[in-house]
T-cell receptor, first 117, second 113 residues
Framework: DTGVSQDPRHKITKRGQNVTFRCDPI?????LYWYRQTLGQGPEFLTY????????KSRLLSDRFSAERPKGSFSTLEIQRTEQGDSAMYLC???????????????FGEGSRLTVL | AQTVTQSQPEMSVQEAETVTLSCTYD???????LFWYKQPPSRQMILVIR??????QNATENRFSVNFQKAAKSFSLKISDSQLGDAAMYFC??????????FGAGTRLTVKP
C-alpha cells in the first residue's frame, strides 16, 4: 500500500501525559499537512511542511504541540501535557507541490484518534 | 480569511435517486480550487471531485457532478443514482495557492434502501 499511513490508529492516555503521532506520506509528495478533526466537524488545519521546512502553523497549535519532519519524509506530531480538550482525530495528509496532478489535492491517512481521560 | 459553509448537517436520499449537497464559501481571490471529499465511517477521506475556479465548465466524475457558481460563491455536489456505498460524511473544501485547505463542517448523507 503506497498511501498515507498513520500510527498509532488509536491512543488512549491520561491527562498530563505526552503523546506522539507519526505520519508517513506518499513517498513522492513533498508537502505534508496535519489536521485535527473533532466529532461532527470538518478537519481544522494545524500545520504543514514543504520538505523539512514547517511553513505555516495555525493558532490552534498551542505551545504544547510540536511537529517535525526532520528529513522531509515522515513527520511526527507531539502533544505535551495532554488535556481532555485535545481528544480528537489527528489527520495527516500529503500532496505534491507541482506536477501533473493539479496543486492542492490532498491525500489523507486514516487518522490517529486520541482519547484523553 | 476564507470560510466554507455547509448549511445541511444531514441529508438523506433514497437509493437510485438524486441528491444535492450545498456549499458556499467566502473569498476575495479569483484563482482557487474547490473540492468535495467523502469520509466513510471510520475510513479515510477520499477526493470525490475538484473544480478549478478559472474553469467555467462544471466538473463531472461519473455519478458525481458539481454546480459551480463563481459569482454566487456556491459549489454544490450532485450525486445521481445514489448507492448504499455513497453513505458518508461529505466535506466541501477550498484551497488557494500555497495556503492550507479549508473545510466546511460536513454533511452526513444517509442512503435509504
Amino acid at each position: 500500500d503506497t498511501g498515507v499511513s498513520q500510527d498509532p490508529r488509536h491512543k488512549i492516555t491520561k491527562r498530563g501525559q505526552n503523546v506522539t503521532f507519526r505520519c508517513d506520506p506518499i513517498s513522492e509528495h513533498n508537502r505534508l499537512y496535519w489536521y485535527r478533526q473533532t466529532l461532527g466537524q470538518g478537519p481544522e488545519f494545524l500545520t504543514y511542511f514543504q520538505n523539512e521546512a514547517q511553513l505555516e502553523k495555525s493558532r490552534l497549535l498551542s505551545d504544547r504541540f510540536s511537529a517535525e519532519r526532520p528529513k522531509g519524509s515522515f513527520s511526527t506530531l507531539e502533544i505535551q501535557r495532554t488535556e481532555q480538550g485535545d481528544s480528537a482525530m489527528y489527520l495527516c495528509a500529503s500532496s505534491r507541490n507541482s506536477g501533473s496532478i493539479p496543486p492542492g489535492e490532498l491525500f489523507f491517512g486514516e487518522g490517529s484518534r486520541l482519547t484523553v481521560l | 480569511a476564507q470560510t466554507v459553509t455547509q448549511s445541511q448537517p444531514e441529508m438523506s436520499v433514497q437509493e437510485a435517486e438524486t441528491v444535492t449537497l450545498s456549499c458556499t464559501y467566502d473569498t476575495s481571490e479569483s484563482d482557487y480550487y474547490l473540492f468535495w471529499y467523502k469520509q466513510p465511517p471510520s475510513r479515510q477521506m477520499i477526493l470525490v471531485i475538484r473544480q478549478e475556479a478559472y474553469k467555467q465548465q462544471n466538473a463531472t466524475e461519473n455519478r458525481f457532478s458539481v454546480n459551480f457558481q463563481k459569482a454566487a460563491k456556491s459549489f454544490s455536489l450532485k450525486i445521481s443514482d445514489s448507492q448504499l456505498g455513497d453513505a458518508a460524511m461529505y466535506f466541501c473544501a477550498y484551497k488557494e495557492g500555497n495556503n492550507d485547505m479549508r473545510f466546511g463542517a460536513g454533511t452526513r448523507l444517509t442512503v435509504k434502501p
